[in-house]
């Protein structure tokens, strides 16, 4: 079993930067591929990246290529999204996401942390 927990979120204005954490416990960190994904009101919840266990190969989607990084220190347990040149479209319940396996759904979930950008 994994319990994961979102921080860092909250009311920024538009152009602002923020980083999210998502803090792992239960089991060996390492060893999960981990993922973002963000829910807008009225929206289905999307996918916002990933990070492959080791930390090397990370993927994003096109929203936020090129504005959103993540990255992960498996020595504390804990991913992270540094989301740059926030937009007001880029508010939403942000969740981290960890899975054992290589693919497929993941299977473990935060509780989410709200981001909210003005205009």
């Known amino acids: 079993q994994v319990a994961l927990v979102e921080s860092g979120g909250g009311l920024v204005q538009a152009g602002d930067s923020l980083r999210l954490s998502c803090a792992a416990s239960?089991?060996?960190?390492?060893?999960?591929?981990m993922g973002w994904f963000r829910q807008a009101p009225g929206k289905e919840r999307e996918f916002v990246g990933r990070?492959?266990?080791?930390?090397?190969?990370?993927s994003y989607a096109d929203t936020v290529k090129g504005r959103f990084t993540i990255s992960r220190d498996n020595a504390k347990n804990t991913m992270y999204l540094q989301m740059n040149r926030l937009k007001p479209e880029d508010t939403a319940v942000y969740y981290c996401a960890a899975d054992s396996r290589t693919s497929g759904p993941y299977e473990y979930w935060g509780q989410g942390t709200q981001v909210t950008v003005s205009s």
């Open positions: 239960g089991r060996t960190f390492s060893g999960y591929r």
């Open positions: 990070i492959t266990w080791s930390g090397g190969i990370t």
